[in-house]
């Protein structure tokens, strides 16, 4: 690691720290080839946002829990920029809610499913953590979606009723949704496709969602579902945030 970033006093120790764990990630053939231009999108977005969990994220994370821990099949769907940013926390959470992972990458290649899923049992083994990992060998199909990106597990993704899909594309969540799943989103992006589509969105930064999430789950109150939640409102709010951020009073 670069000296900067494996200094947590500097002012951009958290930005470093994820490009670093990217260029790791690269190294190992994790990632997909616009991975990097995913994450610039992601940066941008997260600077207008202040970098910090604005409170109608938490909102939207809090209820993203309390759906995730009383559904009868929940599952977190993985792909390369997850996987390389919050492999560990990511797992940590699973292990947590009881739920299995699956990876399912957008731009599908052997190798990278190979590279995923070596890297992340390494991690179960090392943290001790009891999780399923799907993905390995695909016997369904999301359907409404050509290609290798429509594969998935019957016992997986295809069977659950409520699924974490960070990052997600616009055309597969509309495909999740279609197929009558709870569709639960982290996208910084407030006007991508996926964040319009989703039944929960998270307008926020994947690894300060995922320790939200862990956090709540470690707290000794079970997590309870928001009264009268409204997606639409709190994508709402993401914006009038961005709107007041580009527009300081001076
Ligand atoms: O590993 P694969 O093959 O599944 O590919 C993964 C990527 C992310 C490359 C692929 O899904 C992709 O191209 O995604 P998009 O369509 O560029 O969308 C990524 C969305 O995630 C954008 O709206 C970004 O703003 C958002 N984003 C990027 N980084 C973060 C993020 N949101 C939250 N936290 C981040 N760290």
Request: proline residues 5%; glycine residues 6%.
């Amino acid at each position: 690691m670069s000296e900067i970033a494996a200094d947590p006093s500097h002012p951009r120790y958290q930005s470093l720290l994820m490009r670093h764990r990217l260029e790791e990630a690269e190294k190992k053939g994790m990632l997909a080839g616009s991975a990097l231009i995913a994450h610039g999108r992601g940066e941008a977005f997260d600077y207008l946002l202040g970098e910090q969990t604005i409170p109608s994220a938490m909102i939207a994370t809090q209820q993203a829990v309390a759906l995730m821990a009383s559904a009868n099949h929940p599952i977190i769907s993985l792909n390369g920029n997850v996987v390389a940013l919050a492999g560990k926390e990511v797992l940590h959470l699973a292990h947590q809610l009881k739920c299995p992972v699956e990876i399912n990458i957008f731009y599908r290649t052997p190798e990278r499913m190979e590279a995923l899923l070596f890297h992340l049992n390494e991690i179960k083994q090392q943290e001790g953590l009891d999780v399923e990992i799907f993905g390995a060998e695909p016997d369904a199909r999301i359907p409404g979606l050509e290609g290798p990106r429509a594969n998935c597990s019957k016992q997986g993704i295809f069977e659950s009723d409520v699924i974490l899909v960070p990052l997600e594309d616009g055309d597969r969540c509309e495909a999740l949704v279609a197929m009558g799943k709870t569709v639960l989103v982290i996208d910084l992006n407030p006007l991508s496709r996926t964040a319009r589509m989703a039944s929960v969105t998270i307008v926020d930064e994947l690894t300060r969602v995922i320790s939200n999430m862990n956090r709540i789950l470690l707290s000794d109150e079970s997590p309870q579902q928001v009264e009268k939640y409204q997606n639409a409102q709190i994508l709402q709010e993401a914006l009038a945030h961005i709107a007041t951020f580009l527009s300081p009073e001076v």
